[in-house]
T-cell receptor
Framework: AQSVTQPDIHITVSEGASLELRCNYSYGATPYLFWYVQSPGQGLQLLLKYFSGDTLVQGIKGFEAEFKRSQSSFNLRKPSVHWSDAAEYFCAVGAGLRSNFGNEKLTFGTGTRLTIIP | GAGVSQTPSNKVTEKGKYVELRCDPISGHTALYWYRQSLGQGPEFLIYFQGTGAADDSGLPNDRFFAVRPEGSVSTLKIQRTERGDSAVYLC???????????????FGPGTRLTVL
C-alpha cells in the first residue's frame, strides 16, 4: 500500500525567505505525485503534479518541486514566500485503481501548516 | 457552475440520525471521488465512481456509509446511524475520467463539514 510522510507539522518562515516543504512517499511502482494547498475555508487547490519526464516540475504561484526517486522524495520549494502563501500544504501520491481507467485515488500526507511572519 | 459544488456546506446532526451529502461535479467529468478529512489530518479516500458505477469502494469505513451516482453526474454520500466519530469534512473531487483521458488531476469541491453531536 502506498503512503506519504510529511515530517514537518508546522513551519514558520519570514516573508521573502525561501521555503522547502518535505514529502517522502512509499509506493511500489512509478509514483504520480501531487502538491495541494488548502487555505482556511477553501477547497484543495492543485499547485503542481509529477507524472513522468522532467523531475523538476513548475507549478502555480511560483512553486516548484523535484522528484528524487533515489530518496523517495518530492519536496516543494519556493524561493521567496509571500504572506498570502500561509496555508496548509498536502503532498499526495496517486495509486492505480482496480478498474485501471487511468484515474487514481490519492493518498495524502498529514499536511504541513505554513505560517508567514512579517 | 465552473467548479465542483457540494451541499450543504455545513451539516449538524444528532447521533443516530441519517444524513445525505451531495456533490455536483464539473460538467463532463466522468470520474468522481469522495474523501473524508478529519481534524488535523489529510483527506482519506472513501469511494470512486467511473460513470454510474462504484469502481472502488475500499475506503468506506463500514456498511453505514453508502454512495450513489445514478445518472453518472450528481453523487450523494449517505451515512446511516451517524456516530460522533463521523464528524469530519467530506470532500468530493472529480476528473475528466475515461480510458482516453489518461492521467489527470482531481478538482476538489469546498467540502461539507459534518458535525455529529
Amino acid at each position: 500500500a502506498q503512503s506519504v510522510t510529511q515530517p514537518d507539522i508546522h513551519i514558520t518562515v519570514s516573508e521573502g525567505a525561501s521555503l522547502e516543504l518535505r514529502c517522502n512517499y512509499s509506493y511500489g511502482a512509478t509514483p504520480y505525485l501531487f502538491w495541494y494547498v488548502q487555505s482556511p475555508g477553501q477547497g484543495l487547490q492543485l499547485l503542481l503534479k509529477y507524472f513522468s519526464g522532467d523531475t523538476l516540475v513548475q507549478g502555480i504561484k511560483g512553486f516548484e518541486a523535484e522528484f528524487k526517486r533515489s530518496q523517495s522524495s518530492f519536496n516543494l520549494r519556493k524561493p521567496s514566500v509571500h504572506w498570502s502563501d500561509a496555508a496548509e500544504y498536502f503532498c499526495a501520491v496517486g495509486a492505480g485503481l482496480r478498474s485501471n481507467f487511468g484515474n487514481e485515488k490519492l493518498t495524502f500526507g498529514t499536511g504541513t501548516r505554513l505560517t508567514i511572519i512579517p | 457552475g465552473a467548479g465542483v459544488s457540494q451541499t450543504p456546506s455545513n451539516k449538524v446532526t444528532e447521533k443516530g440520525k441519517y444524513v445525505e451529502l451531495r456533490c455536483d461535479p464539473i460538467s463532463g467529468h466522468t470520474a468522481l471521488y469522495w474523501y473524508r478529512q478529519s481534524l488535523g489530518q489529510g483527506p482519506e479516500f472513501l469511494i470512486y465512481f467511473q460513470g454510474t458505477g462504484a469502481a472502488d469502494d475500499s475506503g468506506l469505513p463500514n456498511d453505514r456509509f453508502f454512495a450513489v451516482r445514478p445518472e453518472g453526474s450528481v453523487s450523494t454520500l449517505k451515512i446511516q446511524r451517524t456516530e460522533r466519530g463521523d464528524s469530519a469534512v467530506y470532500l468530493c473531487a472529480t476528473s475528466p475520467g475515461g480510458r482516453s483521458s489518461g492521467r489527470s488531476e482531481q478538482f476538489f469541491g469546498p467540502g461539507t463539514r459534518l458535525t455529529v453531536l
